[in-house]
């Protein structure tokens, strides 16, 4: 008979009352456990990522044992009684580990219930048939999650031809699963690829740990045990984050950088600084002014710099080093850990990896242009290609007398921000009157480290990055009469010094007659005066120079 009935006369009426199996779902698995922390494909996770896992599902709450029992005569193991299930659970450091421990073969379950009586099923697991390693699909989204609306998590499809199982958790407490057995109503199938959050299980600004399961089944039996399904089956786990949004956001980006400094002073390339040119920047720009109340970042050594505001909006720290090796000696190749105390989003900490890289210096290719602008037009500034990646960030500012009076986007995600493909931006007219003088900047940054994830709608940014600083003029304006002196032949080469407007661009031509004049150069003036030598031609037994300003 399928099920107990127990009889009871009351006059002429008979009562029938059936009594349901004891258990919803039972069986065991051998899998291999999974790790998802980005949009490329989950790795096992370290330690001990193979499980050997039994387990009865329970329609009533007084089951009182279960056991399994391992092929050719083997131990017999408890399950643990837990509120609705019993489980053992099995963890390896290795396949091979697993296997030994319990071998493919012919298990005996059994299983003792208040209703049902003892019931011992066999069940048989061959082949090692494993599911694909289930890989969420919408990842990023699913570390920005609107909690205000129902989400629907996805993945790679398909996975297995059986059963998919998801859960939810709000640190060790289960706030959502899909159906837990292939039978319940909804369950979904080894062809499904989504389930849909409800926004009522989500609350802002909230870290969750998900678990997506594929089962292969190898084996079952419903023939022993009425009323209960069985499974012996190969699954495969994968476990990963799910991030809520905040209703503000406190923080745009911020991140750790190591940079050298050069200068550029004429059409060649930029020199290094002389002036500590390598340093390591930290910063941290909020959404607004009250958002971000302190910043820090601990180095590799431990020693904890904290961040002072800088703007509005900006905190900063900064340190600068003669060289590359004292630079690296006080700053590692290492991890970086911030902490940033915000006033929506509570306290954040996130760790940064700053590893090596090689980031091109920036030069200034219209050399020339720049230094003879027409200041009632605008002007577009080039610079060589960096051969950056859309990653990668470069800002340009523009300063006059210690005062910013232009800057590109400063942030990556800002409306006007280049990022590393960038070779030109476009200065608007009037940003200099005649003859006026500005200080350009251009900072590029490569990334080695990326973080979107930790913190929701905040960028996480580590990198190497070079700053070429130059001066660059308009045209017009007082102009200061250039006069050459100190005329010598040095080495074979002809020098004379030229007093000039620092900046300003200068053209040098030579004759010999007149009537025909050479262009020798065209070059702006370093400083006041500057020294300028050119290999005279030694057929030539005159030669009269003059030097006019742009």
Known sequence: ??????????????????????????????????????????????????????????????????????????????????????????????????????????????????????????LTLTSDFY?????????????????????????????????????????????????????????????????AIPKTFLSQGKTYKGQIVAWHKASGNTTT???????????????????????????????????????????????????????????????????????????????????????ATGWRFSEKFPSQATLQTAYANASYQFSLQTLHNGLQQITLDLSPAVAAVPQISNWNEVNAIDPSKGFTLSWNALGGATNDFIQVRISKGGQLVFQSGDDPSAANALNGTSKSIS???????????????????????????????????????TETTATLRARGGTVRVPVLSAAKINNGLMEFEIDADPGRLYGIEGTSDFRSWQNLALTNAPSNPFLFRFQPNPQQKNLILRVYAN
């Open 1 to 122: 008979m399928n099920r107990r009935v127990v009889a009871v006369v009351f006059g002429s009426c008979l009562l029938a009352q059936a009594y349901a199996a004891d258990v919803r779902l039972f069986g065991f698995s051998k899998g291999e456990l999974y790790l998802q922390d980005g949009v490329g494909a989950p790795l096992l996770v370290s330690g001990a990522p193979y499980e050997f896992r039994a387990f009865a599902l329970l329609t009533v709450t007084n089951l009182t044992a279960a056991t399994i029992k391992l092929p050719n005569n083997g131990a017999t193991k408890a399950l643990t009684n837990y509120p609705g299930y019993l489980e053992r659970k099995e963890y390896y450091a290795s396949k091979q580990s697993l296997d030994l421990a319990d071998p493919n073969g012919t298990y005996t379950f059994t299983v003792q219930g208040p209703q049902s009586g003892q019931k011992v099923v066999n």
């Open 131 to 195: 599911p694909v390693v289930p890989h969420i699909s919408n990842y990023a989204a699913a570390q920005a999650i609107d909690p205000a609306a129902d989400f629907l998590l996805r993945w790679d499809n398909p996975l297995t031809t059986d059963f998919i199982q998801v859960k939810i958790f709000d640190g060790s407490t289960l706030i959502f699963q899909s159906p837990d057995s292939p039978a319940g109503p909804g369950a979904l199938t080894g062809q499904s690829n989504a389930v």
């Open 225 to 311: 045990y009425p009323g209960a399904q069985s499974y012996a089956a190969y699954t495969r786990q994968t476990e990963f984050t799910l991030k809520s949004l905040w209703n503000v956001s406190d923080v745009r980006w911020f991140g750790v950088a190591k940079k050298t400094r050069y200068i550029q002073t004429s059409i060649l390339a930029p020199s290094i600084a002389t002036d500590n040119p390598y340093e390591f920047t930290a910063f941290a720009d909020a959404t607004a002014g009250p958002n971000l109340t302190a910043a820090a970042v601990q180095a590799p050594s431990k020693v904890i710099k904290n961040l002072a505001a800088a703007t």
């Open 427 to 465: 200065l608007p007219a009037g940003l200099l009157q005649p003859g006026e003088t500005c200080e350009c900047t251009i900072t590029f940054l490569k990334a080695v480290d990326l973080d979107t994830f930790s913190y929701p709608r905040a960028l996480g940014f580590a990198g190497y990055g």
